[in-house]
C-alpha cells in the first residue's frame, strides 16, 4: 500500500509539472504562407515555431467573441527567440490585423516598439531541452506581457483578426531566417493526443524546429544499444556482479577462469518474449536519456544562459522520465528471474544458504520473490500506460509500449503456462560430474529435469550443488543456470 501511494504521488508531480508549459504548435493544416492559426481556445497556453516572416492570427467575430472587448480583456502574449538576433533586422506586430502576407498589409500602427529594447535574459525549457527569451520585459502575467482587447472592437478593427506577427527583413550577415515562436495564452492544460505526442515535441524541437541538431538522435539510437550491452559486460567480468540480458548465450566466467581465458559456463537457450521486451524497454530509454541530456547541455551552455533551477528542473526530468523507468524494470526483470531460480532450488538448499544470511537479506529475499509474482501484470499495465501517457516521453514511446508487451506476457503466465523455453544446451569445465567436452543437454518439454545451481558460503567460493528435481517447465529457473553472484 506504501508504495502505491508513492506511484500515485509521484504521477501527480509528474503531471503537475508537465503542466507547466505551452501547447507546442508546427504549422501544418493550420498555416497559410507561414500565417497560423491556434487550434485551441486563446486563453490556453500555446506556441508557435516559426521561421522568418509569420505569425498567428485569431478571428474576431464580434465584439463579444472570442475576445471580450467591452470588458477589456487582457490576451496573454509573448514572442521568444532562440539566438540574439539583431533587432534592426526584423519588426514585429501585435493586435489588430492579420499576417498572411498576401493578403493582409502590414499595419505600423501595431508594431511593438521596446521590441528594440533588447532581450529578457535567457531561459532554458526544461521539458523539451531549448533555449528561449523573450523581447517582452517582466514575467508571464505582467502588464508588459498583455494585450487590451479593445483595440479589437468593430470600431477600431476593421481587419477582424489578432496578429502576433514577425516581418523578417532578411539582411543579416548569415541570411538565415529567424527561429522564433509565438505565445499566446496563459492556461496550461493538453489533450490526451498532445500528451501521448510529448516525445514528437522533444525530437522536433532537437531538430530543424528550434535546436537543429537533428543528427543526435540517430547517433544515440548506436551509441544507445553499445551502451546497454558493454556496460552489461563491464559490471559482470570486472565488477562481478550479477547482471540481465535476453540473448540466447549467456558466458559465467569463475573467479579463476580468466587467466585460462576459459569460462565456466557457456549456455546457449531459448529467447524468453518477455526478457525481450524488457531489453528493448530498457535500450529504449538509455537512447531517450542520452538524448535528452545532451540537448539539455546544448541548450543550457551553448546559448550562454545563466545557469538557475530550470536546469536542474531539466536534470530531474531526464531522471523520472528515463532512470527511473530503468530501473523500475531492471528490478522486475530481476524478479521474474530471481523467482524462477527460487522455485527450481530444493529447500534443502536455500535453508542451508540462507543459514549464513542476515534478516535483511531475508526480507529483500522476500520482497524479490512476492515481486516476481505473475499478477503483478495488474500494476505493471496501467505503469506501461503512464510512461507512454504522461511520463515526460519515457522512451520515446518504444520503452513505454516494451513494458506494456513484457505485462501482458506476463499477465499470461497466471493461466499457469509459461512462454517455451525450448531446449538449453550448458558446456561446464571442471566439474566431477560432466566431462569438459561434454554438452548437457536439457529439454524444458520433459517434466523431470534436472537443474545444476551454485552454492556459495561467506568466504564467496562457489561449489556445484547437487542436482535438484523440477517439477515442471514452470520451475526452471530464467536466462542461464549458474550466475556469478
Request: proline fraction near 5%.
Amino acid at each position: 500500500m506504501r508504495m502505491f501511494a508513492y506511484r500515485v504521488t509521484l504521477l501527480l508531480l509528474t503531471r503537475t509539472w508537465f503542466a507547466d508549459g505551452h501547447v507546442p504548435t508546427y504549422g501544418g493544416t493550420m498555416c497559410t504562407e507561414n500565417c497560423c492559426t491556434p487550434p485551441h481556445v486563446h486563453t490556453w497556453s500555446q506556441v508557435f515555431y516559426l521561421k522568418g516572416s509569420g505569425g498567428i492570427e485569431v478571428h474576431v467575430d464580434d465584439d463579444s467573441t472570442p475576445f471580450d472587448t467591452l470588458n477589456g480583456e487582457k490576451i496573454d502574449i509573448d514572442a521568444v527567440f532562440r539566438d540574439e538576433v539583431d533587432q534592426t533586422t526584423y519588426d514585429l506586430f501585435v493586435g489588430c490585423g492579420g499576417c498572411v502576407p498576401s493578403e493582409d498589409p502590414v499595419r505600423w500602427d501595431t508594431r511593438v516598439a521596446y521590441a528594440e529594447q533588447g532581450y529578457e535574459p535567457a531561459e532554458i525549457e526544461p521539458f523539451t531541452q531549448t533555449t528561449y527569451r523573450s523581447v517582452f520585459p517582466g514575467k508571464p502575467g505582467d502588464a508588459t506581457r498583455q494585450y487590451d482587447s479593445t483595440g479589437l472592437k468593430g470600431v477600431n478593427c476593421a481587419d477582424k483578426h489578432f496578429t502576433i506577427r514577425l516581418v523578417d527583413h532578411l539582411n543579416r550577415t548569415d541570411g538565415e531566417p529567424i527561429v522564433w515562436g509565438a505565445v499566446i495564452g496563459r492556461g496550461e492544460d493538453f489533450t490526451f493526443m498532445e500528451y501521448v505526442s510529448f516525445p514528437l515535441y522533444v525530437l522536433l524541437n532537437h531538430g530543424s524546429v528550434w535546436n537543429d541538431l537533428w543528427w543526435t538522435f540517430p547517433i544515440w539510437l548506436i551509441l544507445g544499444p553499445l551502451l546497454v550491452v558493454y556496460g552489461e559486460v563491464f559490471v559482470r567480468l570486472v565488477c562481478k556482479w550479477r547482471t540481465l540480458n535476453a540473448l540466447s548465450v549467456q558466458t559465467v566466467y569463475g573467479d579463476d577462469d580468466f587467466a585460462n581465458e576459459k569460462p565456466s559456463e557457456l549456455t546457449f537457450r531459448h529467447v524468453d518474449p518477455r526478457e525481450v521486451m524488457y531489453q528493448i524497454a530498457i535500450t529504449a530509454f538509455v537512447v531517450a536519456a542520452g538524448e535528452e541530456l545532451t540537448h539539455l547541455l546544448y541548450a543550457q551552455f551553448w546559448f550562454g544562459a545563466p545557469i538557475k533551477y530550470q536546469f536542474g528542473v531539466g536534470l530531474g526530468v531526464i531522471f523520472v522520465s528515463q532512470i527511473v523507468p530503468i530501473l523500475m524494470t531492471t528490478f522486475i526483470w530481476h524478479a521474474f528471474r530471481y523467482r524462477r531460480l527460487w522455485s527450481a532450488r530444493s529447500a534443502r538448499e536455500w535453508k542451508q544458504e540462507w543459514r549464513l544470511t542476515r534478516a535483511v537479506l531475508l526480507c529483500w529475499h522476500g520482497c524479490r520473490t512476492c515481486s516476481g509474482s505473475p499478477w503483478w501484470f495488474l500494476l505493471e499495465v496501467p505503469l506501461g500506460f503512464m510512461y507512454l501517457i504522461i511520463w515526460f516521453g519515457a522512451g520515446f514511446w518504444v520503452g513505454a509500449v516494451a513494458v506494456i508487451i513484457g505485462a501482458v506476457l506476463r499477465g499470461y503466465e497466471t493461466t499457469g503456462r509459461v512462454a517455451p523455453t525450448g531446449k538449453r544446451y550448458v558446456y561446464r569445465s571442471g566439474t566431477e560430474q560432466s566431462d569438459p567436452n561434454e554438452v548437457m543437454k536439457y529439454d524444458a518439454a520433459c517434466f523431470e529435469v534436472t537443474a545444476w545451481t551454485i552454492g556459495g558460503d561467506e568466504s564467496g567460493d562457489d561449489a556445484l550443488m547437487p542436482p535438484s528435481p523440477v517439477a515442471s517447465t514452470a520451475d526452471l529457473p530464467g536466462l542461464y543456470f549458474n550466475q556469478k553472484v
